[in-house]
Protein backbone atom coordinates (compact mmCIF):
# COMPACT_ATOMS: atom_id res chain seq x y z
CA UNK A 1 0.00 0.00 0.00
CA UNK A 2 1.65 3.11 -0.78
CA UNK A 3 2.12 6.21 1.05
CA UNK A 4 1.88 10.36 0.25
CA UNK A 5 4.21 12.30 2.74
CA UNK A 6 3.54 15.96 2.39
CA UNK A 7 6.36 18.35 2.93
CA UNK A 8 5.49 21.96 3.09
CA UNK A 9 9.76 23.67 2.73
CA UNK A 10 8.98 27.55 2.91
CA UNK A 11 8.78 30.03 0.65
CA UNK A 12 10.46 29.95 -2.83
CA UNK A 13 11.34 33.49 -3.59
CA UNK A 14 11.41 33.35 -7.50
CA UNK A 15 8.57 32.80 -9.14
CA UNK A 16 8.29 30.00 -11.47
CA UNK A 17 6.09 28.99 -14.58
CA UNK A 18 4.55 25.53 -14.42
CA UNK A 19 6.44 22.53 -14.43
CA UNK A 20 3.60 20.85 -16.41
CA UNK A 21 0.77 22.59 -18.44
CA UNK A 22 -0.49 20.80 -21.50
CA UNK A 23 1.82 19.70 -24.07
CA UNK A 24 0.55 18.59 -26.87
CA UNK A 25 2.13 15.96 -29.67
CA UNK A 26 1.62 16.28 -33.71
CA UNK A 27 -1.19 14.19 -33.94
CA UNK A 28 -3.61 16.21 -31.95
CA UNK A 29 -6.69 18.05 -33.93
CA UNK A 30 -5.02 21.32 -33.13
CA UNK A 31 -2.78 20.96 -35.60
CA UNK A 32 1.09 19.84 -36.30
CA UNK A 33 2.94 22.22 -33.58
CA UNK A 34 3.59 21.52 -30.24
CA UNK A 35 2.12 23.14 -27.33
CA UNK A 36 2.79 24.53 -24.01
CA UNK A 37 -0.29 25.72 -22.05
CA UNK A 38 1.07 27.19 -19.08
CA UNK A 39 -0.87 27.97 -15.68
CA UNK A 40 -1.79 32.01 -14.73
CA UNK A 41 1.23 33.13 -12.90
CA UNK A 42 0.58 34.38 -9.34
CA UNK A 43 1.04 38.52 -8.83
CA UNK A 44 2.55 37.52 -5.76
CA UNK A 45 6.44 36.31 -5.98
CA UNK A 46 6.80 34.59 -3.00
CA UNK A 47 5.60 31.16 -3.30
CA UNK A 48 5.19 27.70 -1.24
CA UNK A 49 6.83 24.65 -2.38
CA UNK A 50 4.91 21.30 -1.53
CA UNK A 51 6.66 18.23 -2.19
CA UNK A 52 4.50 14.62 -2.25
CA UNK A 53 6.65 11.72 -1.17
CA UNK A 54 5.16 8.45 -2.59
CA UNK A 55 5.92 5.00 -1.64
CA UNK A 56 5.04 2.35 -4.40
CA UNK A 57 5.14 -1.56 -4.27
CA UNK A 58 7.79 -2.39 -7.01
CA UNK A 59 8.22 -5.70 -8.31
CA UNK A 60 11.23 -7.73 -8.11
CA UNK A 61 11.16 -9.90 -11.94
CA UNK A 62 8.98 -9.29 -15.33
CA UNK A 63 7.21 -12.40 -14.23
CA UNK A 64 6.08 -10.60 -10.78
CA UNK A 65 5.59 -7.26 -12.73
CA UNK A 66 3.06 -8.53 -15.90
CA UNK A 67 1.69 -11.29 -13.13
CA UNK A 68 0.69 -8.47 -11.12
CA UNK A 69 -0.44 -6.10 -13.76
CA UNK A 70 -4.03 -5.66 -14.68
CA UNK A 71 -3.16 -4.03 -17.99
CA UNK A 72 0.09 -4.18 -20.29
CA UNK A 73 -0.59 -2.03 -23.51
CA UNK A 74 1.84 -0.04 -25.93
CA UNK A 75 1.21 3.60 -27.29
CA UNK A 76 2.12 6.35 -28.37
CA UNK A 77 1.81 9.78 -26.08
CA UNK A 78 -0.02 12.53 -27.94
CA UNK A 79 -0.50 14.90 -24.38
CA UNK A 80 1.13 15.69 -21.24
CA UNK A 81 -0.43 17.61 -18.49
CA UNK A 82 -0.64 18.18 -14.24
CA UNK A 83 -3.29 17.99 -12.34
CA UNK A 84 -4.22 17.83 -8.94
CA UNK A 85 -6.44 14.70 -8.24
CA UNK A 86 -8.56 13.08 -5.50
CA UNK A 87 -8.00 9.75 -4.82
CA UNK A 88 -10.68 9.04 -1.93
CA UNK A 89 -12.85 6.09 -2.29
CA UNK A 90 -15.42 8.85 -1.14
CA UNK A 91 -15.27 11.86 -2.90
CA UNK A 92 -18.28 13.74 -0.79
CA UNK A 93 -17.26 16.61 0.42
CA UNK A 94 -14.17 19.37 -0.27
CA UNK A 95 -10.72 19.27 0.36
CA UNK A 96 -7.50 21.46 -0.10
CA UNK A 97 -5.23 20.98 -2.82
CA UNK A 98 -2.80 19.64 -0.04
CA UNK A 99 -4.82 17.08 0.36
CA UNK A 100 -5.18 15.50 -3.05
CA UNK A 101 -2.84 14.09 -5.23
CA UNK A 102 -0.43 15.66 -7.54
CA UNK A 103 0.00 13.80 -10.70
CA UNK A 104 0.95 13.83 -14.45
CA UNK A 105 -1.28 12.43 -16.84
CA UNK A 106 -0.69 11.40 -20.38
CA UNK A 107 -2.83 10.89 -23.41
CA UNK A 108 -2.35 7.58 -25.32
CA UNK A 109 -2.83 6.51 -28.82
CA UNK A 110 -3.40 2.60 -27.92
CA UNK A 111 -1.24 0.51 -30.19
CA UNK A 112 -1.46 -3.13 -28.68
CA UNK A 113 -2.97 -4.79 -25.88
CA UNK A 114 -1.12 -7.43 -24.56
CA UNK A 115 -2.81 -7.99 -21.31
CA UNK A 116 -6.69 -6.88 -20.02
CA UNK A 117 -9.30 -5.76 -22.09
CA UNK A 118 -9.01 -1.92 -23.42
CA UNK A 119 -11.64 -0.95 -25.48
CA UNK A 120 -10.70 2.55 -26.57
CA UNK A 121 -8.49 4.20 -29.10
CA UNK A 122 -6.99 6.12 -26.83
CA UNK A 123 -6.48 6.52 -22.99
CA UNK A 124 -5.17 9.15 -19.87
CA UNK A 125 -2.64 7.67 -17.93
CA UNK A 126 -1.53 8.49 -14.54
CA UNK A 127 1.25 8.56 -12.71
CA UNK A 128 2.03 10.36 -9.68
CA UNK A 129 4.53 13.06 -9.64
CA UNK A 130 5.43 16.19 -11.12
CA UNK A 131 5.29 20.13 -10.96
CA UNK A 132 2.23 22.28 -10.83
CA UNK A 133 2.19 25.97 -9.84
CA UNK A 134 -1.16 26.71 -8.61
CA UNK A 135 -2.97 29.23 -6.51
CA UNK A 136 0.75 30.73 -4.94
CA UNK A 137 2.17 27.38 -4.63
CA UNK A 138 4.34 25.11 -6.42
CA UNK A 139 3.61 21.39 -6.10
CA UNK A 140 6.18 18.68 -7.01
CA UNK A 141 7.47 15.02 -6.88
CA UNK A 142 9.16 12.41 -8.41
CA UNK A 143 7.34 10.94 -11.26
CA UNK A 144 7.29 9.07 -14.81
CA UNK A 145 8.93 11.41 -17.13
CA UNK A 146 7.45 10.56 -21.08
CA UNK A 147 8.05 12.06 -24.29
CA UNK A 148 5.68 13.45 -26.69
CA UNK A 149 5.19 11.46 -29.74
CA UNK A 150 7.39 8.60 -28.35
CA UNK A 151 5.78 5.16 -28.06
CA UNK A 152 5.85 2.70 -24.93
CA UNK A 153 4.84 0.48 -23.07
CA UNK A 154 2.72 0.80 -20.48
CA UNK A 155 1.76 -1.30 -16.88
CA UNK A 156 -1.22 0.52 -15.15
CA UNK A 157 -4.02 -0.45 -13.19
CA UNK A 158 -7.93 -1.10 -14.52
CA UNK A 159 -8.96 0.21 -11.42
CA UNK A 160 -8.33 3.92 -10.62
CA UNK A 161 -8.79 5.90 -7.20
CA UNK A 162 -8.85 9.20 -9.58
CA UNK A 163 -12.04 8.40 -11.23
CA UNK A 164 -13.36 6.44 -14.22
CA UNK A 165 -11.15 8.71 -16.97
CA UNK A 166 -8.08 7.72 -15.85
CA UNK A 167 -6.03 4.20 -15.98
CA UNK A 168 -3.27 4.61 -12.87
CA UNK A 169 0.52 3.52 -13.67
CA UNK A 170 1.97 1.06 -11.47
CA UNK A 171 4.48 2.78 -10.08
CA UNK A 172 7.05 5.77 -11.37
CA UNK A 173 10.32 3.11 -11.90
CA UNK A 174 8.82 0.29 -13.54
CA UNK A 175 5.78 1.28 -15.84
CA UNK A 176 6.81 2.71 -18.63
CA UNK A 177 9.29 1.41 -21.50
CA UNK A 178 10.41 3.04 -24.39
CA UNK A 179 9.56 1.32 -27.32
CA UNK A 180 11.35 3.21 -29.94
CA UNK A 181 14.72 1.38 -30.12
CA UNK A 182 13.82 -2.12 -31.61
CA UNK A 183 17.85 -2.89 -31.76
CA UNK A 184 18.58 -2.37 -28.46
CA UNK A 185 15.59 -4.21 -26.78
CA UNK A 186 18.06 -5.87 -24.82
CA UNK A 187 19.66 -2.92 -23.15
CA UNK A 188 16.36 -0.96 -22.57
CA UNK A 189 14.95 -0.43 -19.19
CA UNK A 190 12.49 1.72 -17.64
CA UNK A 191 12.04 5.50 -18.00
CA UNK A 192 13.50 7.07 -15.36
CA UNK A 193 15.66 5.28 -12.81
CA UNK A 194 16.75 1.62 -13.67
CA UNK A 195 13.91 -0.63 -12.79
CA UNK A 196 15.55 -3.77 -12.53
CA UNK A 197 13.69 -5.40 -15.48
CA UNK A 198 14.46 -5.13 -19.01
CA UNK A 199 12.26 -4.88 -21.91
CA UNK A 200 13.49 -8.02 -23.34
CA UNK A 201 12.78 -9.80 -20.18
CA UNK A 202 9.40 -8.63 -19.80
CA UNK A 203 8.64 -9.70 -24.05
CA UNK A 204 9.71 -12.89 -22.82
CA UNK A 205 7.11 -13.41 -20.50
CA UNK A 206 4.20 -12.04 -22.48
CA UNK A 207 5.23 -14.41 -25.02
CA UNK A 208 5.90 -12.26 -28.23
Do not use: P, W
Amino acid sequence: MRKIILVIYGLLVLVLASGCGITKGSRNAVGNNTENVGYEENSNSEKIGVYQNVDYQKYKNADELVGSTDLVFSGTVYEKRCELLDERMDKSGVITDEEKTLCTVYGVYIDKVYKGDIEQDIVYVAATGGELEKNNRIYSGETVNLDIDNKYLFFASDYSDYGEEYLKMVNVHQSAYSMDDESNKKRITAVGNNSGITLSEIFEVIGK
